[in-house]
């Protein structure tokens, strides 16, 4: 009974106010993983694991949208290999043709939830390489993001 199910939930929710913090504080630090387009969009925390299969393989990233304008991710492309957006409910994956870019918030790609899924791949990525992708915005312009691909185990930092 120390932890019942709701306090849980708010300290999760008030971990990713502080990852946030953090974020814009450290980003200096942490090179060139981000990357910036006009129209308030920026991305940061870009990283591939380092797949298993020869041609398929998971994405993740967080768009942060600093205008007072909601925009929407409406494609991603790659000259790796072709890209959809996909969201995990209930377990099961499922293809978004577009996800909202809240004003003043944040679209995050992270293991277990929504991801970009690489298919068809041209050669199996390894890790230290990097993969440049593409963002296409229903508004903003699309941005450019170098996403370096990580080990197969590498796991974002959550917390301090
Ligand atoms: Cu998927």
Redesign the pocket.
Known sequence: MRRPTPAVGVLAGAAALLLAGCGSDSGSSSSSEGSSGQGGITVSGAYMPQPVSDDMA?GYLTIANDSGTKDELTSVTSSAGEI?M?E?AGGA?QELTELPVPAHGQLVFKSGGN?L?FDKLKRKPKQGQIISVELHFASSDPVVVKMPVKSATYVPKTGH
């Open positions: 998971a959809t996909h995990t994956m991801h899924m």
